[in-house]
């Protein structure tokens, strides 16, 4: 089974497919969509959907599990970031990609069982269930691989 992670954002999307056999799972692959922040937000919102599409196309996953909005202290950034996560979910339902939800507390809880864990435990756990001691350098690529790994842990239990 492969599972499409991402972490949704205006300025960065991270994302990351990885293979599940329903016991071990393998990093297939990760990466970004970044846009500049010079631009049209509906070009940035255009940008995002057509790459996704081709990851969509290239990887062909089965499931996605993506960060769900909550809670935002910096109400600025709230807005384009739900707009950039609605373009993500449009082209998932496109491709009929089955969508399970988790918010960042329930992806540290899945991940470390403390729902208020620090990058570095959730980095470390990230590691521990890829068997690898690298990982990828941005942080938004390596939340949408523990927002994947949630999946394989919890599939469809929480949000769907």
């Keep these: 089974m492969k599972i499409l992670g991402i972490d949704p954002g205006m300025a960065i999307v991270g994302y990351s497919i990885l293979d599940f056999d329903g016991k071990n ?10 846009t500049a922040k010079d631009k ?74 403390y729902g208020r864990a620090d990058k570095k435990e959730v980095e470390r756990m990230v590691k521990i269930s890829l068997g690898t001691e690298t990982l990828p350098k941005l942080d938004d690529t390596i939340d949408s691989i523990a927002i994947a790994i949630c999946y394989t842990r919890n599939q469809g239990v929480l949000n769907k």
């Excluded at 202290?73 to 089955?98: C, D, K, Q, S």
């Design 25 to 34: 799972i393998s990093l297939d692959h990760s990466g970004s969509i970044q």
């Design 40 to 113: 049209k937000e509906s070009a940035r919102l255009l940008e995002i959907y057509t790459d996704l599409k081709t990851i969509i196309e290239k990887y062909k996953p089965d499931v996605c599990a993506i960060e769900k909005l909550f809670f935002f202290r910096n109400y600025t950034t709230v807005m384009p970031v739900a707009h950039a996560r609605g373009v993500i979910l449009l082209a998932l339902e496109e491709f009929n990609i089955p969508v399970y939800e988790y918010t960042p507390i329930e992806v540290k809880q899945i991940l470390t069982g």
